[in-house]
């Protein structure tokens, strides 16, 4: 065990500074990446009681009881929850406008989500980079002691464990890179897939919130019945004018 660490910190100090550099941003991904998950869980985003207040939207408008499914919203702290608010508000006068203010927030509510992506962009950018400025440092130095050690000869042995050396710092930096693109990868699927069950289900209540009334749902008293619209049939014996004559 002991010789194990003592094999890592030889490595991480063959890198020199370069070595530190990807160190440190690998932290950096590792606190982004567990920040980023705490934020992605479902509970958090979209909540399955919440979901089920969803599905069951159509029993509480026709029962009359609108302010409930409201309160849900308004009682939850939830990506869902934020934009069921907006389109359960009575602020807009009917579903187009609604739509676009779900859409709006939906957007938005996407974009805090990905918070912290764009860092772990950087690190898988930046990663192999320090890992290559490194082994080229490696390699300048290397050089260099062979140039002014004098020798006619160089050793072989110890031009192959300088460039060895040289070469941990890119080993390092990919390692780095190829964990945090997987990590990347199962962020914005994460992301994606929620995003579409978040659609799904606005899409859903939106539909049915404007079928039974909209806003003027509000005004009922709790138990009182929705107006039902009624769709009037022609009088079979009255004769429709023709409007090509």
Known sequence: MISALLEIWEFLVAGRIFMGFIALASFVA???AIHIGLSLRKGTVVPEELMKEIDRADRHFQSGNAEKLRDHFENTA????????????????DREEATQAVEATAREEVVRLQT???ILEVVITIAPLLGLLGTVSGLVSVFATLGTSGDEAADPAMLAAG?????NTTIAG???AILTVIVHSIFTRRIESLAARMEVLMSSLLHTFYKRGGPGLYDL????LPPVE???????????PDIFS
């Open 116 to 118: 912290g992506m764009g």
């Open 78 to 93: 939830s990506t869902l929850s934020s934009i069921g608010r907006v389109a359960m508000s009575d602020r807009f006068s």
């Open 30 to 32: 590792l606190a982004v």
């Open 174 to 176: 990919l390692v780095v």
């Open 221 to 224: 008293e709790e138990g009182e």
């Open 163 to 167: 460039i060895a050396t040289a070469l």
């Open 230 to 240: 009624v769709e009037t049939l022609p009088n079979p014996g009255s004769q429709e």
